[in-house]
Each structure stands twice: as C-alpha cells, then as structure tokens.
C-alpha cells in the first residue's frame, strides 16, 4: 500500500480511539472524585474516634487504594488510546502499531482487575472494556500489519 493512501479501517480505528479515549477521560474524572469522596470519608472517620472508626478506616483505605491503582491504570489506558490513535493516522509503527498493541494489553489487565477485585460485575463496560482491546490487538497485528509504513 502506499504510504499516502491510509485503510479505512484503520481510520476507523482511529475515530473509535478517540471516541473511547474521551468516555476514557470522563471516568477518569468520575474516578478521581470517588477516590477523593473515599479518602475523605476515611478522614472523617479516623478524625471521630468512635467505636468502629477504625474498622470503617482500614475498610475505606483498601478500597481507596484499589480505586487509585484503577484510575492510575485508566490514566495509562486512556493516553495510550489517544497517543495510538495519532498513530494510526499517521501510520506510525511505534505509536500505532506498539503502542495500540500495549493499550490492548493494559486495558484488558486493567478490567480483569476491575472484576476482580472492585467486584464491579460483568456489565456493557466490562464487555466493551474486553472486546475492543482483544479486537485492536488482532486488526493491528494481523490485519493491519503492513499499512503501518512510517517509522
């Protein structure tokens, strides 16, 4: 293929990065707040001394900590998803092929842990937050292979 003729399917992909890339950031603020809402809570309770307090600390700690390593893995999901997508326009081997190939695998790390350990269930999020991932891996590196022309 020459390099000034992109697929439309990679275009495609590209639009679908950004789209998904945008909800990305959206739950990142969502995100960003329930951490904060949690560590607050964990502040007031600590701060009462009542019975039970530091029961309902520890408890708001370990889910505090478990939302701060998703929205860390979210923060690194969403800019590879973005970043790739500028890659995929550009039909750049690294920052589409490689790094659309590392967003894959973070994002499906990252909602495995999310059933895992958040209990968050097994919803529309969780079947986008597989397929999309497990698909780009296989249109990059089986379909759209050789139309990554620039270094």
Do not use: C
Not at 37 to 64: E, H, P, S, Y
Not at 108 to 122: E, Y
């Amino acid at each position: 293929m020459s390099e000034g003729k992109r697929p439309g399917g990679l275009t495609a992909l590209a639009v679908l990065n950004f789209v998904f890339g945008g909800f990305g950031v959206i739950a990142i603020l969502a995100l960003w707040a329930l951490y904060s809402l949690v560590t607050g809570a964990a502040k007031v309770a600590a701060g009462q001394g009542t019975a039970g307090a530091q029961d309902i600390a520890a408890v708001t700690q370990v889910g505090g900590t478990m939302v701060l390593i998703s929205l860390v893995l979210l923060l690194v999901s969403v800019t590879l998803l973005i970043v790739s997508g500028v890659g995929y326009l550009g039909q750049k081997k690294f920052l589409g092929q490689r790094l659309g190939s590392i967003y894959g695998i973070v994002s499906v790390v990252q909602t495995v842990i999310s059933i895992a350990f958040l209990k968050s269930g097994f919803g529309i999020g969780t079947i986008i937050g597989l397929i999309y991932p497990v698909l780009t891996l296989i249109l990059l590196n089986n379909t759209f292979k050789d139309d990554f022309v620039n270094p």
